[in-house]
């Protein structure tokens, strides 16, 4: 029996097939993914990305969703892009943040004198406001993986998460 998902390609967008490596290209930039999944087949035609298995297993089935959600992902990505807002909460102690390359240095967290640091991956870009974050990409995984990163840079472990609520967290996804 099987199943088949589409995918259509909007106007501008671009998308091409090479073995199994996807990429797709837009206003915004170029996204290459490799696609392969045993027993799925993946294939570019008539102005649509056709997701197709034969096979009824449970997890094949699933993985065709999933790979129908990864092409939705990047052709978003290289339409619209997107961006995480962040907000710093403190209560005592004033946290202060430098870009320095590839990394975010969070200082005076929790009034500690070591600097923490969080990756920024490579494809996101990152705006620093008053109390803000705002993290911009064409990749979904990197500005989400990135966001991770920082919230998990400013984690609080032996003392009490109710009192203690200080950190930077994710408010925003868009």
């Known amino acids: 029996m099987g199943i088949t998902r589409q995918v259509e390609i909007p106007p501008g967008v671009d ?16 996204l290459a993914r490799d696609m392969r999944f045993p027993q ?34 990047m ?32 200082n005076n967290f929790l009034g500690e004198k070591q600097s923490r640091t969080a990756k920024i991956i490579e494809g996101v870009t990152i705006k620093l406001g008053n109390d803000e974050v705002a993290l911009t990409g064409i990749d979904k995984e990197k500005v989400g993986n990135t966001a991770a990163n920082i919230e998990h840079a400013t984690r609080i472990t032996k003392r009490d998460p109710r009192v203690f609520q200080d950190g930077i967290y994710i408010t925003e996804r868009a």
């Open 15 to 30: 998308i091409t097939l090479e073995g199994s490596v996807l990429t797709v290209s837009g206003p915004k930039g170029t």
């Open 40 to 73: 799925i087949d993946l294939k570019v035609e008539d102005g649509e990305v056709v997701v197709s298995t034969a096979s009824d297993k449970k997890r094949i089935l699933a993985m065709t969703g999933t790979l129908e959600a990864h092409v939705k992902n």
């Open 75 to 106: 052709i978003r990505g290289v339409v619209d892009g997107y961006e995480y807002r962040m907000k710093v909460v403190y209560s005592h102690f004033p946290i202060q943040l430098k870009l320095q390359g590839n990394r975010l240095e969070i």
